[in-house]
């Protein structure tokens, strides 16, 4: 079953609540000072009964301009909307105020309703009927249903509720999902016996009596003891529901108004949004670049700076991208729509949407930037993906973090992110995590340019130490995260143009690079006194003691290790390869004809001293060549 809330618009005192109680028998002026006032402060809900047996929330909102933040607090979930105008007074100054927030928050669905027809001639009604025709003309509402009601003898309500309930019937249905919960706070107090109650209107998802949940931006955890829908007990409440939960591990004091329950760890607090602004089209000011400003979203009220992203200024009918800079943490998801008002004086100047929860610092007039919104505010969301997960590679965001971003299950985003992968737009580097295809690119280019200028600063080293490699790549790409971080290198390795000696990283071919004439004689040289040296294994002091230049000196030490001309015994002795490939084919030709060959053999055979027998004989042990078996070694392969 959809469970579908309808909302009330329009000007102070045009009988919004009398309306509701007429169609559904229920008082939602609950303060003492409401009733004494005769008008709404506080958001009232309903439950609109029907023989279809139809699950309908009415919200009455507040009329009264100093109250519009409440109305905004209710407005924003709504599916269908009652466009309230009495006819003795027809538009009036918050009629269309509240007509552009509906507008704004794209409620695409309304009936437009004339109240109080008890107290004018028809001729009257005609001519609010044509002022009304003349607001809304080009919206949502032109041509919605137009019925005239008296919530006093009760004329029209019958057909009204009828409508209502025929036009609910069309109203999508709103995913359900566990993992989308969500619920802006509008309500939190406590009652004796049960503690901490919130109420709220279910925007996406469901909850269940038991489950664990997150309050945001706090990000503090409590438990949902029971919910009650419309005054009964549940045990799950789901998407357009009025609900109210009851909450174990949380005191009142911790929630206020405009925080949002949400599935845990569903959600993530920032202080910047990326927004796509929308200037009504009769805004009393000019939205220059900085302004301060209220910003409305769900239940919740923030102030802000607007930096404008492509613009020096929006005037009113106009729209840019902007960049929200908040003054508190908020959590909301992309796609969720916002009111802006003027800092001071109040007034309300436009709206628009969320294009990105999380983002950046942005600068402005940057052609990338502006480019990368644009994608993000298109329409379809493959595109929207492909740029979210761009921009999340650098992150090296798993999918469920893509999913948040985007604001869908993790197998909604799933499937679009296995059709990128299947484009080669995606490039998957374990089950979890995916980066796209231009970042990799621009992974393997950054690797390269680290690579070609270390070559530059160390023309004879044959490779960069592999932590050190991690270490400035990783800083060159801004990456956090050692595991991710380790299978962007490997996948960049599989790329083919970098090569892995084990403990060092190097161009493919670098390998065979040449060397300057001056360089290759030190080479010469360095490898010339190692192989004369013979077992007698040299220190690497005494290599490199005849040159001058100890620090290309090392380096080439280096290259003579990986291109295996030199062989490292211990930390600090090298033996030339030939010499140790004699020494083997010495200790196999003794062992073949004796069986095992002991220290004293081999330090004879070699003609040298026990301390150098010693070194070469360990280090076979420890290649698994020779293994020691009493006080003789014996071949292993």
């Not at 003898?153 to 249905?173: F, H, N, R, S, Y």
């Not at 908020?330 to 796609?335: E, P, S, T």
């Not at 800083?475 to 083919?496: P, T």
Request: glycine share 8%; aromatic share 4%; hydrophobic share 40%.
């Amino acid at each position: 079953m959809n469970h579908v809330i309808v909302g009330t618009a329009g000007h102070v005192d045009h009988g919004k609540t009398c309306l509701i109680r007429a169609l559904t028998g229920i008082e939602t002026d609950r303060l003492k000072e409401e009733k004494q006032r005769g008008i709404t402060i506080e958001l009232g809900f309903a439950d609109l009964p029907n023989e279809q047996g139809q699950s309908i929330g009415i919200i009455d909102v507040p009329g009264h301009e100093r109250f519009i933040k409440h109305m905004l607090a209710g407005i924003g979930g709504i599916d269908l909307v009652l466009l309230v105008v009495a006819a003795d007074e027809g538009v009036m100054p918050q009629t269309v105020e509240h007509f552009e927030i509906l507008k704004m928050l794209h409620i695409r669905k309304g009936i437009i309703v004339i109240t109080k027809i008890d107290m004018v001639d028809p001729e009257w009604i005609e001519v609010v009927r044509e002022d009304i025709a003349d607001t809304v003309k080009g919206t949502f509402l032109e041509g919605a249903p137009m019925m005239e009601v008296s919530s006093y003898t009760g004329q029209g309500i019958p057909e009204l509720k009828a409508l209502i309930c025929k036009m609910v019937e069309d109203c999508g249905g709103r995913r359900e999902d566990p993992s989308l919960f969500r619920l802006p706070i509008d309500r939190v107090f406590t009652m004796e016996g049960f503690g901490t109650v919130i109420t709220g209107t279910l925007l996406e998802g469901s909850v269940s009596v038991g489950d664990e949940i997150e309050v945001y931006p706090s990000e503090k955890k409590a438990k949902v003891r029971s919910i009650q829908v419309h005054g009964k007990s549940v045990d799950r409440a789901s998407a357009g529901q009025r609900t109210a939960i009851n909450l174990t591990g949380i005191k009142k004091e911790e929630i206020q108004r405009g925080n949002v329950l949400a599935a845990k760890d569903s959600l993530e607090t920032t202080m910047m949004l990326d927004v796509k602004i929308e200037m009504f089209a009769d805004s009393p000011r000019t939205l220059l670049n900085d302004s301060r400003l209220h910003l409305y979203y769900g239940s919740a009220e923030a102030l802000c700076k607007a930096v404008l992203l492509d613009a020096e200024a929006l005037e009113a009918g106009q729209e840019g991208y902007a960049q929200l800079r908040l003054e508190e943490k908020i959590a909301v998801r992309r796609g969720d729509r916002f009111i802006l008002r003027f800092y001071s004086p109040l007034e309300s100047i436009g709206g628009g949407s969320i294009l990105d929860a999380n983002p950046p610092k942005r600068k402005r007039f940057r052609p990338e930037v502006i480019e990368a919104l644009r994608r993000k505010d298109g329409q379809e969301e493959r595109t929207v993906l492909e740029q979210v997960l761009r921009e999340g590679s650098r992150k090296l965001s798993p999918r469920k973090a893509l999913a948040a971003a985007m604001g869908q299950t993790v197998e909604e985003t799933g499937k679009e992110l296995d059709a990128l992968q299947a484009e080669g737009l995606a490039i998957a580097l374990d089950k979890e995590l995916l980066i796209h295809k231009d970042f990799l690119a621009e992974a393997e280019a950054d690797a390269l340019a680290i690579l070609a200028a270390y070559r530059k600063e160390n023309p004879v080293a044959m490779g960069m130490h592999k932590e050190e490699f991690r270490r400035r790549l990783l800083r060159k790409l801004r990456l956090e995260g050692e595991k991710s971080a380790e299978l962007l290198l490997n996948r960049i390795m599989q790329g083919g143009r970098l090569t892995d000696s084990g403990n060092m990283i190097s161009e493919a071919g670098a390998a065979a690079a040449e060397i300057s004439p001056e360089h290759k004689a030190m080479r010469d040289r360095m490898e010339r006194f190692v192989l004369e040296r013979g077992v007698e294994s040299p220190e690497e002091a005494d290599i490199l003691a005849a040159e001058k230049d100890k620090k290309t000196a090392r380096q080439m030490l280096n290259r003579l290790l990986m291109e295996g001309t030199v062989v490292k015994l211990t930390p600090s002795t090298y033996i030339h390869k030939n010499t140790l490939d004699d020494a083997i084919a010495r200790i196999r030709a003794h062992i073949a004809e004796h069986g095992s060959i002991t220290l004293a053999e081999f330090r004879d055979a070699m003609g040298t001293s026990r301390k150098y027998a010693v070194l070469i004989l360990d280090y076979l042990d420890q290649q698994k060549i020779t293994r020691l078996e009493g006080d003789a070694r014996i071949l292993i392969g």
